[in-house]
Nanobody, 124 residues
Framework: QVQLVESGGGLVQAGGSLRLSCAASGRTFSSYPMGWFRQAPGKEREFVASISWSGGSTNYADSVKGRFTISRDNAKNTVYLQMNSLKPEDTAIYYC?????????????????WGQGTQVTVSS
């Protein structure tokens, strides 16, 4: 059984930064791509960023490109999301997820394990 636990969310002013972490259980963490998604009130869960098992490939939603950076430390079974220049529209619950394909994807259907989420609130 895989468990994913997010942390690092909070309240920040517009223009500020946060770093989210997602700690994964299980010995096969390094074999899978990982992703971050977010869900704002009244909206569907949307893709934010993904990273390959090695960390060599990444993909971002256009809305966060140039502001957010996804990374991973396979020795620590942890994936990160560094969020800079935050905007009020970034306010959402952020979820990490494990990909079940050999390559990164922005589609929810290719992720099989999800964390419980961490709240990010950006004030104007």
């Amino acid at each position: 059984q895989v468990q994913l636990v997010e942390s690092g969310g909070g309240l920040v002013q517009a223009g500020g930064s946060l770093r989210l972490s997602c700690a994964a259980s299980g010995r096969t963490f390094s074999s899978y791509p990982m992703g971050w998604f977010r869900q704002a009130p009244g909206k569907e869960r949307e893709f934010v960023a993904s990273i390959s098992w090695s960390g060599g490939s990444t993909n971002y939603a256009d809305s966060v490109k140039g502001r957010f950076t996804i990374s991973r430390d396979n020795a620590k079974n942890t994936v990160y999301l560094q969020m800079n220049s935050l905007k009020p529209e970034d306010t959402a619950i952020y979820y990490c997820a494990r990909g079940n394909r050999g390559y990164i994807s922005s589609e929810r259907k290719w992720y099989d394990y999800w964390g419980q989420g961490t709240q990010v609130t950006v004030s104007s």
